[in-house]
């Protein structure tokens, strides 16, 4: 299993490998040590590398895995842009992944209240007072944003919420509900997959920016207790200082 750091790739499909590498050894360390394997994954580029890779592997337990929005649009469940969709379609009946251990939103209610609504579903499924997932699988916009969490916005200061509702997000839909820092830093093993020059910039102020003021929302993800992974594409990484 990779260690925890900056994995430069030379390609998707590279990372692809790699990634589902990483993911098969926690989800089967998981299923032995707790019985679960409890992920939260994001929308964007991340789902099809994720489940492209995913199909190759029957053996993780897939009974076992219980899957979660790190955030979600507020869209219809069959709207092109509904992160839990590309989840569904992409792994439902071509892995033992059960359609009911994917955890939708509920697109029919208020943002505020879809939100709500999503902290109790992940109180269900997790004992602790703030859900220790043993994996989020983030990516990082061009613009630092990961999850719904956006360079500036108020929720980067949010300490209470589990799930934060989100209604002025700078990239449509407007409206959307995501996973706040306080449950990502609490992480076993956070991971970001990042491919493409569009992300290099921001990919160097995160990995080589001053930690301390550092502005953007996918540095401030740092697990307190946790693995973090960076996976990235020589496109991605063409700005870092070492490569
Ligand atoms: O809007 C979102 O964007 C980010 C980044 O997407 P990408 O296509 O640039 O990888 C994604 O991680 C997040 O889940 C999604 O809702």
Not at 119 to 127: D, I, M, N, P, Y
């Amino acid at each position: 299993m990779a260690e925890e750091g900056v994995h430069v790739l030379a390609d998707q499909a590279t990372i692809g490998t790699e990634l589902g590498a990483l993911v098969a050894a926690k989800a089967k360390e998981a299923v032995a040590s707790r019985g679960v394997f409890t992920i939260a994954v994001s929308g964007g580029s991340t789902t099809k590398i994720f489940c492209q890779e995913m199909l190759k592997h029957a053996d993780v337990g897939w009974e076992k895995w219980r899957v979660f929005m790190a955030d979600e649009r507020l869209v219809p469940l069959d709207h092109e842009d509904c992160n839990y969709k590309g989840y569904k379609e992409g792994l439902v009946g071509s892995v033992p992944l059960a359609a009911e251990h994917i955890y939708p939103i509920n697109p029919s209610l208020s943002v505020e209240a879809a939100a709500e609504d999503y902290t109790q579903k992940l109180k269900q499924v997790f004992s602790e007072d703030v859900p220790v997932f043993d994996m989020v699988l983030l990516g990082m916009g061009p613009d630092g944003h990961t999850a719904s969490l956006f360079p500036g916005h108020k929720l980067l200061q949010e300490r209470t919420l589990l799930v934060a509702p989100i209604s002025d997000s700078p990239k449509p839909p407007p409206n959307r509900v995501t996973l706040t820092l306080k449950v990502l830093n609490r992480a076993r093993c956070a991971v970001f997959v990042c491919t493409g020059e569009s992300k290099a910039a921001n990919v160097k102020v995160v990995l080589e920016g001053n930690e301390q003021d550092n502005p953007l929302p996918a540095a401030l993800v740092q697990p307190l207790d946790g693995e973090l992974h960076w996976y990235l594409d020589s496109a991605a990484a063409s700005q870092l200082s070492q490569q």
